[in-house]
């Protein structure tokens, strides 16, 4: 996103303003005099007059431990569950009914029958930041399928395999357990193609019977409850999605 949008979005100013505060020279990007048109992702530390830049209006993160057989949507014209209806739910089991619940959006999708880690926040500046391409972040799931992979499957899945036109990036993959004719297998991308995990494993003639993922970098989906939440601070989301405070 262009800086002066970014700071405008953070309540410093007008656009115009924003664009002559960064013309004075007084903006700083990771310690460098920003330029006008500058792009950022939000994630860097932005100074003003040697002043950190911080959000105006509170800013939440939550993870979600998203249960199967709900949309990741704000609304649905079909009228299925949303995960905004499960966040609500659970917003008010856990801090009180009479609690007004923040009005946050998801990060990113999973399908309706994908269940695990899915975040949500109001911070719009974050939420591009873990989605941009640029940043790889990892994504690791975990996949009941069948039948099992042999080792051409799992070579062709690791150094990437063609879907809808286009080579995935290398994945690692790693089989946890035989379940009879079934196998359950941990997968980590580091992309975000439309239903990938669901489309690399048919490319290698797989049926998914379950799909959860279980970490978004360092974050780990860990014992949260189906449906539940857990909120975070910005500080732990930074460090454990880009490494960073
Ligand atoms: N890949 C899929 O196929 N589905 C998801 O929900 C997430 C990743």
């Not at 975000?192 to 048919?202: A, I, L, P, T, Y």
Request: include cysteine; glycine fraction near 8%.
């Amino acid at each position: 996103m262009r800086l002066n949008k970014y700071l405008a979005n953070c309540g410093v100013g007008s656009r115009r303003k924003c664009d002559e505060l960064i013309k004075s020279g007084a903006v700083l990007v990771d310690g460098c005099v920003a330029s006008l048109g500058q792009e950022v992702l939000g994630t860097e530390c932005i100074t003003i007059n040697g002043k950190v830049v911080e959000h105006a209006e509170k800013m939440w993160y939550f993870m979600l431990n998203k249960p199967k057989g709900c949309v990741t949507t704000v609304h649905d014209d079909r009228g299925r569950t949303t995960v905004l209806d499960i966040f609500a739910k659970a917003y008010k089991n856990r801090f009180g009914a009479d609690k007004q619940v923040p009005r946050v959006v998801p990060v990113g999708r999973l399908d309706y029958n994908t269940q695990g880690l899915l975040l949500l926040t109001n911070d719009g500046n974050f939420a591009n930041a873990l989605m941009h391409p640029s940043k790889k972040v990892a994504k690791k799931y975990v996949a009941l399928i069948y039948p099992h992979l042999d080792d051409a499957d799992i070579n062709a899945l690791k150094s990437g395999i063609v879907i809808d036109g286009a080579k995935t990036l290398p994945a690692d993959i790693r089989v946890l357990q035989n379940v009879g004719t079934k196998q359950r297998v941990e997968i980590t991308i580091t992309q975000g193609r439309n239903r990938q995990v669901r489309k690399m494993f048919e490319a290698v003639n797989k049926k998914v019977n379950q799909l959860e993922r279980v970490a978004i970098g360092n974050l780990q989906l860990g014992n949260l409850a189906r449906g539940d939440i857990k909120e975070l601070d910005y500080a732990e989301c930074k460090l454990a999605l880009f490494g960073i405070f």
